[in-house]
């Protein structure tokens, strides 16, 4: 049975992740800084290991001989507004959790197979109405800047012959976590609308494609570098938020101003909430990746109703 270990196993996407590789025979093993809390939620289906968020102590031993590790450890970049220490927290957070990999397979001497780094289209900043791909340059900001230095984090791994993977994920759509739950408050509250002018480009995946893409690129060893991980469907907000309200049969019309989401959030709400990002998932189509839910209907309808 080949072995994956998943950092940030605990999180919304990593718990999903857990029990998804657990369900396609996959020897699991969740790394959690809460031991007892990871024993819970995981059952048979997982091995918890405890971790510091720093170091391969605890856990290298599984790293011997394993298929891949997951590296999705971090701090949410969405709970709380971004101060100084915040932002310095959501930044060493990404870093130590990669040099906490890169160390793991430095240690030991069969190496995994591959390293699936994940990332975030916030990389591109905002863009505007440009058509992004995995050639587009970096963008600007603090979020952009984060995330290029969490793609490098475990980048040393490469040099060990280890084949690394970077998803460049966009807003995961689910009932169960991430964004999309506090995109739809609004709207359950009768207060739903667009953000800012809702002339920004919306660029989203269902979380059963991102587990999906996930899987492809584990298992396919031509696969390397950047990929994004976004649905073919990208679309402005203005017309998100219609089709939201139209399957929740709620207002969609009370539009979020710009300048009160900046005033409450800071810079958050410029880097998440009113950046412009039309990201295209070129190379994860021409590799022959087939997504289930490649419109944003289908895949609201699949998760509201």
């Not at 720093?54 to 001989?65: L, P, Q």
């Not at 739809?184 to 269902?206: C, N």
Request: hydrophobic share 45%; aromatic share 8%.
């Amino acid at each position: 049975m080949e072995r994956v270990i998943v950092t940030g196993a605990t999180g919304f996407i990593g718990k999903a992740l857990c029990f998804r590789l657990a369900e396609e025979g996959y020897e699991v093993v969740a790394l959690t800084r809460s031991l007892e809390r990871g024993k819970m939620l995981f059952g048979n289906k997982a091995t918890a290991a405890r971790w510091d968020s720093r170091t391969a102590e605890g856990w290298r031993n599984f790293v011997d001989g394993a298929l891949g590790i997951v590296n999705l450890a971090g701090e949410n970049i969405g709970s709380g507004r971004w101060t100084l220490r915040k932002k310095q927290s959501i930044l060493q957070s990404r870093l130590d959790a990669g040099r906490a990999v890169v160390e793991a397979v430095k240690s030991v001497e069969k190496k995994p197979e591959v390293v699936i780094q994940a990332s975030a289209i916030g990389c591109y900043g905002s863009r505007a109405d440009e058509l992004i791909d995995e050639n587009s340059s970096p963008g600007e900001g603090f979020l952009a800047g984060v995330v290029k230095e969490w793609e490098l984090s475990t980048q040393e791994v490469e040099s060990l012959d280890v084949r690394r993977v970077v998803i460049r994920s966009g807003v995961v759509l689910d009932r169960e976590g991430g964004a999309f739950l506090r995109l739809l408050k609004p709207f359950r509250l009768f207060a739903g609308g667009p953000l800012g002018s809702g002339r920004q480009w919306f660029s989203w995946i269902h979380l059963a494609d991102e587990l999906d893409a996930i899987l492809f690129l584990l298992k396919r060893e031509d696969l390397k570098g950047i990929f994004n991980l976004t649905a073919p469907q990208s679309l402005i907000q203005k017309d998100f938020a219609r089709l939201l309200g139209k399957i929740l049969r709620r207002p969609s019309w009370l539009p979020a101003p710009g300048f009160m989401l900046r005033l409450f959030l800071g810079e958050m709400a410029e880097d998440m909430l009113l950046a412009s990002q039309r990201v295209a998932s070129r190379r994860l189509l021409e590799a022959g990746f087939n997504f289930r839910y490649p419109q944003i209907e289908l895949a609201l309808r699949e998760i509201l109703e």
